[in-house]
């Protein structure tokens, strides 16, 4: 079965291309399609109806472009509306959710750390798995501003600092041996983390599970593509210029509304 069409990938902004990065290391040849919706940045903070409608607004968008397969690389936009999603549109949704399984299930302290936007923690979907790990004690809590940040381009500001020691802090005094970041903005502020937490203390991310269940989902549904190579495709309908440099200006960014 092969299928040439794109696969497309959405966040409300610039850091699900941490989820993209994986998805192309692992499937080189497929079109990829990657929406930022950085003028409604940050998804975090709004109603679940608003990040099922904005989702919505991001589907219609890359439908038009014939995707294949849609990878939803946002914790909010998952945890609120992947349900509403699969409901609506007759397309394959791949979602991502932090990875907490893997860290109780490897916890020597049972006690883990997740931080995450306040609309991943509030979400129904979050509390229903987080209620599996009963054994261990989840220290939850809320990257306030941090993906403003990102989205304004202050990665290594003094106050990205200030704000990351005072959420962590309490997780290293709380003992937690593994810290998930439950938002795919996350993952581009790993060295800032690293430089706070003691060296024992694991740091993991969904971007590669994301990615091998991208590649399960065309074998067993969808088909690969027979294209030797295609270059990737990014929309942005904000900022373009914080996007190109995450991307090392690697790639060519169109601003557009959507
Ligand atoms: N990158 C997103 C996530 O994984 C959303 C961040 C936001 O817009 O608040 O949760």
Redesign the pocket.
Same mark, same amino acid.
């Given at each position: 079965m092969t299928n040439n069409n794109p696969i497309g990938v959405f966040? =409300?902004?610039i850091?699900?291309t941490s989820i993209w990065k994986a998805i192309h290391n692992l499937l080189p040849n497929e079109k990829t399609i990657y929406l930022a919706d950085s003028k409604n940045?940050?998804?975090?903070q709004r109603t679940k109806e608003e990040i099922v409608a904005l989702s919505k607004k991001n589907v219609d968008f890359l439908l038009e472009m014939n995707c294949k397969l849609i990878v939803v690389a /946002?914790?909010?936009a998952t945890t609120n509306a992947i349900l509403e999603l699969r409901a609506d549109y007759d397309i394959p949704f791949i979602g991502?959710e932090p990875a907490i399984k893997p860290a109780a299930n490897n916890s020597k302290t049972q006690v883990i750390g997740i931080l995450? *936007?306040k609309? *991943?923690l509030n979400s129904e979907l979050f509390n229903k798995t987080a209620e599996m790990f009963q054994n261990t004690k989840i220290i939850e809590q809320v990257g306030y501003g941090l993906?403003q940040l990102i989205e304004d381009g202050n990665l290594n500001s003094p106050e990205m600092t200030q704000l990351l020691e005072s959420y962590l802090q309490p997780m290293i005094d709380a003992n937690i041996d593994y810290l998930v970041l439950g /938002? =795919?903005?996350y993952p581009y502020l790993i060295p800032q983390i690293k430089k706070i937490l003691p060296k024992h203390i694991h740091i993991i991310d969904s971007g590669e599970a994301v990615a091998r269940q991208t590649q399960n989902i065309l074998r067993e549904k969808v088909g690969f593509t027979d294209l030797e190579k295609s270059d990737p495709v990014f929309y942005v309908n904000s900022n373009p210029e914080v996007l190109k440099s995450i991307l090392d200006y690697k790639y060519p960014v169109t601003e557009k509304d959507f």
């Amino acid at each position: 079965m092969t299928n040439n069409n794109p696969i497309g990938v959405f966040d =409300s902004g610039i850091g699900g291309t941490s989820i993209w990065k994986a998805i192309h290391n692992l499937l080189p040849n497929e079109k990829t399609i990657y929406l930022a919706d950085s003028k409604n940045a940050p998804y975090g903070q709004r109603t679940k109806e608003e990040i099922v409608a904005l989702s919505k607004k991001n589907v219609d968008f890359l439908l038009e472009m014939n995707c294949k397969l849609i990878v939803v690389a /946002c914790n909010t936009a998952t945890t609120n509306a992947i349900l509403e999603l699969r409901a609506d549109y007759d397309i394959p949704f791949i979602g991502i959710e932090p990875a907490i399984k893997p860290a109780a299930n490897n916890s020597k302290t049972q006690v883990i750390g997740i931080l995450a *936007t306040k609309g *991943t923690l509030n979400s129904e979907l979050f509390n229903k798995t987080a209620e599996m790990f009963q054994n261990t004690k989840i220290i939850e809590q809320v990257g306030y501003g941090l993906v403003q940040l990102i989205e304004d381009g202050n990665l290594n500001s003094p106050e990205m600092t200030q704000l990351l020691e005072s959420y962590l802090q309490p997780m290293i005094d709380a003992n937690i041996d593994y810290l998930v970041l439950g /938002c =795919s903005h996350y993952p581009y502020l790993i060295p800032q983390i690293k430089k706070i937490l003691p060296k024992h203390i694991h740091i993991i991310d969904s971007g590669e599970a994301v990615a091998r269940q991208t590649q399960n989902i065309l074998r067993e549904k969808v088909g690969f593509t027979d294209l030797e190579k295609s270059d990737p495709v990014f929309y942005v309908n904000s900022n373009p210029e914080v996007l190109k440099s995450i991307l090392d200006y690697k790639y060519p960014v169109t601003e557009k509304d959507f």
